[in-house]
């Protein structure tokens, strides 16, 4: 059964217990890494999974804490003799810094190297990512200091959804886009420029049509602006553990 594994959800500064926010979709045909602030070689082992399985990458935007750890990443596969492609997903903005980034380190004359498959997304609410027999994801721009998208998978054999907002402002296209989610994870960093607390994160919930929605938010923490999460729950739909 296709599942979703958070090996990450701390804000731009991890702590030794949470590193920065990445997740990673697991079917028998595809694995998928949601952004990779660090390498997250360790923590895809510590779920039990090997690296080298990873098929595809989706990266929501260029910030340091969900991109600066690909060049790594990528530098590791082709030092294990990765042969396979792997597909990186991202908007045009996203993606031509990240190739850029990686012009940096030469990686055209890296001998032997893996085919890297740029899919670049057009600025569109619900476009089209990856769609095979375990998930379909959709992307739709949410509202943060650059360029950035948040997700939607919906699972095929369960038909249960997933809506991810990635960092953002509370906005009707996170809305639109957890329309009937069984999940929403939103962030919580606080209720700052580009992003939302606790709070905000619960009215959000609050909207979206399916009854007994469950609703989580990226914990925060080491920063002031963060609001808890529980002092808030009152404006969640759903219980919170």
Same mark, same amino acid.
């Given at each position: 059964?296709?599942?979703?594994?958070?090996?990450?959800? /701390?804000? *731009? +500064?991890? !702590?030794?217990? /949470?590193?920065? !926010?990445?997740?990673?979709?697991?079917?028998?045909?595809?694995?998928?890494?949601? $952004?990779?602030?660090?390498?997250?070689?360790?923590?895809?082992?510590?779920?039990?999974? $090997?690296?080298?399985?990873?098929? $595809?990458?989706?990266?929501?935007? =260029?910030?340091? $804490?969900? *991109?600066?750890?690909?060049?790594? &990443?990528?530098?590791?596969?082709? &030092?294990?003799? #990765?042969?396979?492609?792997?597909? +990186?997903?991202?908007?045009?903005?996203?993606?031509? #810094?990240?190739?850029?980034?990686?012009? =940096?380190?030469?990686?055209?004359?890296?001998?032997?190297?893996?085919?890297?498959?740029?899919?670049?997304?057009?600025?569109?609410?619900?476009?089209?990512? &990856?769609?095979? @027999?375990?998930? !379909?994801?959709?992307? /739709?721009?949410? #509202?943060?200091?650059?360029?950035?998208?948040?997700? #939607?998978?919906? =699972?095929?054999? @369960?038909?249960?959804?997933? *809506?991810?907002?990635?960092?953002?402002?509370?906005?009707?296209?996170?809305?639109?886009?957890?329309?009937?989610?069984?999940?929403?994870?939103?962030?919580?960093?606080?209720?700052?420029?580009?992003?939302?607390? *606790?709070?905000? %994160?619960?009215?959000?919930?609050?909207?979206?049509?399916?009854?007994?929605? +469950?609703?989580?938010? +990226?914990?925060?923490?080491? !920063?002031? %602006?963060?609001?808890?999460?529980?002092?808030?729950?009152?404006?969640?739909?759903? /219980?919170?553990?």
């Amino acid at each position: 059964m296709p599942k979703v594994i958070i090996l990450g959800s /701390s804000n *731009a +500064i991890p !702590t030794k217990g /949470s590193e920065n !926010t990445h997740m990673v979709l697991v079917g028998k045909e595809r694995m998928v890494l949601i $952004d990779s602030g660090s390498n997250p070689i360790l923590r895809l082992e510590e779920a039990g999974l $090997d690296f080298n399985d990873l098929t $595809d990458l989706i990266l929501t935007h =260029f910030h340091p $804490d969900h *991109a600066s750890g690909i060049p790594l &990443l990528l530098m590791d596969m082709w &030092l294990l003799g #990765r042969e396979s492609p792997l597909h +990186i997903y991202g908007l045009h903005y996203t993606l031509d #810094r990240l190739e850029s980034l990686m012009g =940096f380190y030469n990686w055209s004359d890296w001998p032997n190297f893996f085919p890297v498959i740029f899919h670049r997304l057009p600025i569109k609410e619900m476009t089209p990512v &990856l769609d095979c @027999s375990d998930f !379909t994801i959709h992307a /739709s721009p949410v #509202r943060h200091f650059i360029p950035n998208i948040g997700l #939607r998978v919906e =699972f095929t054999r @369960s038909q249960k959804v997933m *809506a991810y907002s990635c960092d953002t402002e509370p906005c009707e296209e996170v809305v639109r886009l957890s329309e009937n989610a069984d999940v929403l994870i939103h962030e919580a960093t606080g209720e700052t420029p580009g992003h939302s607390s *606790a709070r905000q %994160a619960g009215e959000v919930a609050k909207k979206q049509a399916r009854a007994g929605c +469950i609703s989580s938010t +990226i914990r925060p923490v080491n !920063t002031r %602006a963060a609001i808890p999460l529980r002092k808030q729950a009152s404006h969640f739909a759903a /219980s919170l553990p």
